[in-house]
């Protein structure tokens, strides 16, 4: 999971670029990087932290030129040191290529150990430094068919843009499972975005998205497209999480408004798990969107019964037994005078491993609530994901380990109901095309052979 911003032509590439991640801080808070190119140097800016944190005045002063790649990255387990900040940056015979790179790659330990038979030495553990060798080592003045015969050879996950002097390209895997858009500056310049809302910080007009196997290249105002070979609308899967949780609600992604699509889910739900209560309340702010569709479906007010402290930055303090639920009432705070004695319906947008879920309903039942009702709008998520999104192994993801009852007993609610999978794909726009593997264990793209091992051995209880 991450945030990537592309800028062609425009004299103030780089802060557009810095807007642009701040729009898309929601994809990756651990660090952030930009990389510009005025016709005659490169320069980078990486740093940890929070796109605020990671540029000041002088390095957006610093980054020079009209074209320009940003990055930030969602915390992994991965190595966290500075090298592994994207967007990756490689001279070749003078000239730069830059990439930065959303979503996971499966056959990147093939991919290493033909380029380390054929010399390849490798300086960080990032998907994009394979992709680069890739690119040096086929360059074609062709562009189009340079960037089709490098992309061909990668399996999994990715939305691409990548600098090449003064070229910016945008690509996305021809199943589509991470999102892309374009948009429009003014009449020269052109900014690629995972999300729409990010063009919206910038005053970019939205103009489409990138096509699943599409490749555009975009310099001077001229926007020229190829796709890969063997892309087609039967193999989209793009990521349904993306439009649970993931992505912004004020984006525009897979053809659809992410906002409309969670109320929508949660209508859905409302009709298929009603309850009786005094209010209907969300988990905030992921929850919001569905709570507010299954209370205008259903007919009960919905109360906001949960504020949400904004200020939290970076929690510090080692929660010791005393402040064990610091964490978790530092950023919510129950409000006791909407719940105290009432039976609500709590609507939460996934459960995960559970224990926020718990926690959350703890808060609630010492704030009063009598009974608590949770609808989550989306079904159980049972399976890991080896595309991009951050879930743990098997072993954490409560529903692969629980039934439903045991999860309501778990975080102690009166009830507990998911929305169908059937009843979630029924709410999207284009109801085919979307990868739910993380509910159904049915993975679009083929996953490598160590990792299906592994899956194999939590499926058998033995890990
Ligand atoms: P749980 O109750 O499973 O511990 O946590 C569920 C909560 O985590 C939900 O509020 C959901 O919005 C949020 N969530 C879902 N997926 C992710 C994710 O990939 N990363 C993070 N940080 N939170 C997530
Ligand atoms: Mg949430």
Not at 190 to 201: F, G, Q, R
Not at 231 to 256: L, M, Q, V
Not at 274 to 302: C, K, Q, R, T, W
């Amino acid at each position: 999971m991450c945030g990537i911003i592309g800028i062609s032509n425009h004299p103030d590439a780089a802060k557009l670029t810095f807007l642009g991640l701040y729009a898309l801080q929601h994809r990756g808070e651990e660090a952030a990087g930009i990389v510009s190119y005025d016709k005659e140097n490169i320069y980078k800016v990486k740093n940890e932290g929070l796109v605020s944190d990671a540029f000041g005045e002088k390095d957006l002063e610093e980054l020079k030129g009209s074209t320009a790649l940003g990055h930030c990255r969602y915390s992994t387990t991965g190595s966290s040191s500075v090298r592994n900040i994207q967007p990756f940056l490689a001279k070749h015979k003078g000239n730069p290529i830059a990439v930065a790179h959303n979503g996971n790659l499966t056959n990147t330990e093939v991919l290493y150990d033909k380029l380390e038979e054929q010399g390849s030495i490798f300086q960080t553990s990032m998907d994009s430094e394979i992709i680069v060798h890739l690119l040096v080592r086929s360059r074609n003045e062709d562009m189009k068919q340079w960037f089709v015969d490098v992309l061909t050879q990668l399996k999994g996950a990715f939305s691409l843009v990548f600098l090449v002097e003064d070229v910016i390209i945008g690509a996305r895997d021809s199943n589509g499972i991470k999102p892309l858009c374009i948009g429009k500056l003014d009449n020269s310049s052109y900014v690629l975005a995972s999300e729409s809302c990010a063009l919206d910080l910038m005053n970019a007009e939205f103009v489409r998205e990138v096509q699943p196997g599409e490749i555009v290249l975009i310099k001077n105002g001229n926007i020229e497209s190829v796709y890969l070979p063997g892309s087609s609308e039967t193999n989209k899967a793009r990521c349904i999480f993306e439009n649970i949780y993931f992505a912004r609600p004020d984006s525009h992604i897979f053809g659809d408004n992410v906002y409309h699509v969670r109320k929508r889910l949660g209508a859905q739900l409302a009709k298929e798990h009603p309850a009786d209560a005094d209010f209907v309340m969300a988990i905030p702010d992921s929850g919001n969107y569905a709570a507010l569709g299954y209370a205008h479906e259903i007919g009960i007010p919905f109360e906001v019964g949960i504020i949400r402290n904004h200020y939290i930055g970076r929690t510090f303090i080692q929660p010791t037994q005393f402040l064990r639920d610091f964490r978790v009432r530092i950023k919510l705070n129950p409000i006791r005078d909407v719940l105290k004695g009432k039976k609500v319906i709590v609507v939460e947008d996934s459960i995960v491993r559970g224990t926020t879920s718990r926690s959350r309903v703890e808060e609630l039942r010492r704030a009063g609530a009598k009974e608590i009702h949770m609808r989550i709008s989306c079904p159980p998520i049972k399976w890991p994901c080896f595309y991009g999104i951050d879930f743990p192994s098997k072993r954490e993801l409560i529903a692969s380990n629980k039934s439903v009852q045991e999860i309501a007993d778990f975080i102690e609610v009166d009830s507990l109901k998911y929305l169908s999978l059937e009843g979630m794909l029924s709410v999207m726009k284009d109801t085919s095309g979307f990868c739910h593997a993380c509910f159904t264990g049915e993975y679009p793209i083929q996953i490598p052979e160590n990792k299906s091992k592994y899956l194999l051995e939590k499926v058998n209880g033995s890990a």
